[in-house]
Structures are given as structure tokens and as C-alpha cells.
């Protein structure tokens, strides 16, 4: 476990590229080793989370070359995958158990065994294990299919319509490939507001999905060389971004560009709650790179007020929530964070974990059971904080320790290699 210590800076001044989005990292890797064809990846994010896909694909015969941040991925086809000789290994990644789960659910004749670290163990996968069971998978896992390792037995999956209870893009993602090696079309309602990625992705690989307002539906291709390989630049990641976005608006001397952040709208509430709170924003050079839109964001030095985050845009902020807190703290007045009870389903609980670290920074905040109350004080005490190996928790407190008096340690910081592997040099960068 690496621990830092960490003191207030005078200045934070800087441009920074930030890495490649995880979720499109992710999605790249693995709708393409599906497809037919070769494709170029650049501009990919050489996390911890993205690296156990490409092994994942890797052991299943997939010929992937990887090099810094550019992948370039041999497409075996939608039947192309070859059986796992051994248990695959999805690290700290959700993205990569939950996909991956579903994927192969309809890989018929193929059988998987997927687990991951301590962290992702201890996650509920019954949020993919009932809806994949439903549609014909032949899946198990530890207390009947509630955590993993997870095992998977590929059948024949039929289509129908499933209602999302929960904003998941992870679930969303789930059944939708495992609908693409299926029988038959696969209508999903309700919570499909995830980030929609997936959709994006593979509607620009010749997939029959079609999004009409909440409902998503995806047609098994009938065509044998779909879905056709797609080259793309992965977008900056703005849940990285954030971090940075909300380190110039609390720090009284600060102007911070980060450049080419992917500005689809399932992502960016972060951008929409920091201009509420009156951070000063300024948006350029938008642009489209593939299916994405994406832009330069310019946060400078800002006086936050208070805000209530709830409803409909949780599920277009919910990584940044760690960061957002600490950008609550500095503000003036009670912000009210509601309707974000999946936070406890993230790497770690992330209202208990929160609201520890604001209370070690002498911030009155109380959990509730949907999100937390922050009262801000304009103001942090130097404090140790944990990362408890939850990488956003990490770079959150990072961001905190830039205005915070006294000295600030965090434990865990090499937590950040889950999605940011240069951060600490990024901050180098910009600190002065
Ligand atoms: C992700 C979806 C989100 C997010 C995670 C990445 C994805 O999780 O928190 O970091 O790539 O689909 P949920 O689907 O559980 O909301």
C-alpha cells in the first residue's frame, strides 16, 4: 500500500490531455475482438481496469497488440471466441465482469469461469445474473449467482423485453450482447438513461440497435461479417476530467484546460452541477471524433454556492459524486445529494467512504440512504485520509489536499492506476 503526503499549492495553471475514456476503452477492446476485421485503437487508456479486459480477450484467443495507448485488436468474429482455458481474472473492473458475463452467456457451447479482486467480490451481480437467467443464460455464482467468481455456460439466448429497474449501463450493456449472439430481437425499457456507449458503439459497427426515446432494441445480425471492425480515438474520459475541473473551481488561483473530453450527455452532469454552483466554465472547440462528441473545457478559480443533486442526472454523474463532494465542502450553504443509493454498489461504499473523509477534513456531513448531506465551510483541514483501494476515492482526496491546511496523507494512492495511471504526474504538471 503506497501512501503521500500532500500540502496546499499557491497555483494550479496548466493544459492537460487527460486519458482516454474507460468505458469506450473498454467497449472498444471488446466489440471489436467480436468482430470481423482488425481495428486501430488510439488515444486508449492504459488503466488496470481496461488492461484485465484486453487479458480476458486475450485468453479467449483473441490476437491483441498493445502498446502505451494504442491497440490494435484482430477481430475473431461474433463466434469466434475460443474457450478459456483457465478462470478470467477482471481485476477491479465491474465493466469487465458484467460485460463480459453477458457476452458469453450466449457463446453456446463454451463454458467461463470470471472472478476478480477482494473489491469486486463483493459486488451484487443479481442485477445481471436475473435478467441474463430470464432471457435462457446458464449462469452461477456464489450464493446462487449473488457474487462472483461467476460461472458461465453459453446457451442459446431468446429475445423478449426486459424493464430495467436500475440506471445501469453496466446491466444495460449485459443483456445487450448477450442479445447479439441471441434468436431473436431484445427490447429493453425503463432505466436505459445509463451512459449509452454500447448503443453508440456498436450501432456504428453495422448493429441493428435502435434507441426510440426510453426503449432499446437490438436485432440479432443475420449477416455474417457483423459486427464490422471500427477504428476509432478513444475521447478524454471526463469522469477524469473532473477531477481537475473541480480542482481549479475550489482553489482561489487557477486555470485549468483539459483538452478533448468526450462531451456525451449521459456523462458530463459533473459539467452541468459545477455550473449550478456557479463554477466558471468555458467550453471550445467542440467537436465530433467517431460516434462522440467532445470538447475543451476551461475551469478557472470560482466562488461555489451549494446545490441539490437528485433525479434524473445521478446516473450522468455517479463516478464523479466523490469529487463533487469535496467541491460541496468548499461551497457556501447545504448541498443535498438524493436518489443515489448505487453509490454503495461502486468499488467501495461511497457514502460511507465519503462522508468519512469530509468528517476527518472537519466538514459537518451525514449519510443518508440515498446519498448524504454536506454542509460547506469554504475550507478543509490537512487530515489522513483512505483510499481503501478505491481509485476515484484517490484522486478525490487529491484534489481536497490542493486547498487544504496542514499537511493531508492519503493511503492507497496507487489505487489510481485503476483508471488514471498518470495522474500523479498530471498533477506535477499543473501544481506550481
Ligand atoms: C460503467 C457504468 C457505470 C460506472 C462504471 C462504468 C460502464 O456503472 O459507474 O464506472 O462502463 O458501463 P453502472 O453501470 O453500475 O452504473
Not at 64 to 72: K, L
Not at 144 to 155: D, F
Not at 175 to 185: I, K, N
Request: one cysteine or more.
Amino acid at each position: 500500500m503506497s501512501d503521500m503526503q500532500f500540502v496546499a499549492v499557491p497555483q494550479l495553471r496548466g493544459t492537460l490531455d487527460v486519458p482516454g475514456d474507460k468505458s469506450i476503452s473498454h467497449r472498444a477492446v471488446m466489440f471489436n475482438a467480436i468482430a470481423e476485421g482488425t481495428a486501430h485503437i488510439t488515444h486508449f487508456l492504459p488503466g488496470a481496469d481496461c488492461l484485465s479486459t484486453i487479458a480476458c480477450f486475450r485468453a479467449m484467443g483473441v490476437q491483441i497488440d498493445h502498446h502505451g495507448d494504442t491497440v490494435t485488436v484482430h477481430g475473431v468474429g461474433l463466434r469466434g471466441l475460443r474457450e478459456p482455458n483457465d478462470v478470467l481474472d477482471c481485476g477491479n473492473s465491474g465493466t469487465t465482469l458484467r460485460l463480459l458475463t453477458g457476452l458469453l452467456a450466449g457463446q453456446a457451447g463454451k463454458y467461463a469461469v470470471l472472478t476478480g479482486d477482494a473489491s469486486l467480490r463483493s459486488r451484487p451481480q443479481r442485477r445481471i445474473i436475473d435478467p441474463l437467467r430470464a432471457l435462457g443464460a446458464q449462469l452461477d455464482g456464489r450464493n446462487n449467482g449473488a457474487l462472483a467468481p461467476l460461472s458461465v455456460r453459453g446457451a442459446t439466448i431468446h429475445g423478449g423485453a426486459y424493464e430495467l429497474p436500475i440506471a445501469s449501463a453496466q446491466v444495460k450493456s449485459a443483456l445487450l450482447l448477450a442479445a447479439l449472439s441471441g434468436d431473436d430481437v431484445l427490447t429493453l425499457t425503463g432505466r436505459t438513461d445509463g451512459r449509452d456507449h454500447t448503443e453508440l458503439m456498436l450501432a456504428g459497427m453495422g448493429i441493428d440497435i435502435r434507441t426510440n426515446g426510453t426503449t432499446v432494441t437490438l436485432s440479432p445480425p443475420a449477416h455474417p461479417v457483423l459486427p464490422y471492425a471500427l477504428s476509432l480515438r478513444v475521447p478524454g474520459d471526463p469522469s477524469s476530467a473532473a477531477f481537475w475541473w473541480v480542482a481549479a473551481a475550489i482553489h482561489p488561483n487557477a486555470e485549468i484546460t483539459t483538452t478533448g473530453v468526450g462531451m456525451n450527455p449521459t456523462r458530463i452532469g459533473a459539467l452541468e452541477v459545477l455550473t449550478a454552483m456557479g463554477a466558471q466554465i468555458t467550453i471550445s472547440n467542440a467537436r465530433t471524433e467517431g460516434s462522440e462528441p467532445v470538447a475543451d473545457v476551461t475551469v478557472r478559480s470560482s466562488s461555489l454556492q451549494a446545490t441539490t443533486i437528485r433525479g434524473a442526472i445521478i446516473p450522468h454523474l455517479i463516478d464523479e459524486i466523490p469529487v463533487l463532494a469535496v467541491a460541496a465542502a468548499m461551497a457556501h450553504g447545504q448541498t443535498v445529494i438524493a436518489d443515489a443509493q448505487e453509490l454503495k454498489a461502486k468499488e467501495t461504499d461511497r457514502i460511507a467512504t465519503v462522508v468519512a473523509a469530509l468528517h476527518a477534513m472537519g466538514v459537518t456531513a451525514e449519510a443518508t440512504d440515498d446519498g448524504m448531506l454536506i454542509t460547506g465551510r469554504g475550507a478543509l483541514n490537512g487530515a489522513t485520509l483512505a483510499s481503501h483501494g478505491d481509485h476515484r476515492l484517490a484522486m478525490a482526496w487529491a484534489v481536497a489536499s490542493l486547498v487544504a491546511t496542514g499537511s493531508t496523507t492519503i493511503q492507497g494512492t496507487d489505487a489510481v492506476d485503476v483508471s488514471y495511471p498518470g495522474f500523479w504526474r498530471d498533477l506535477q504538471l499543473i501544481a506550481r
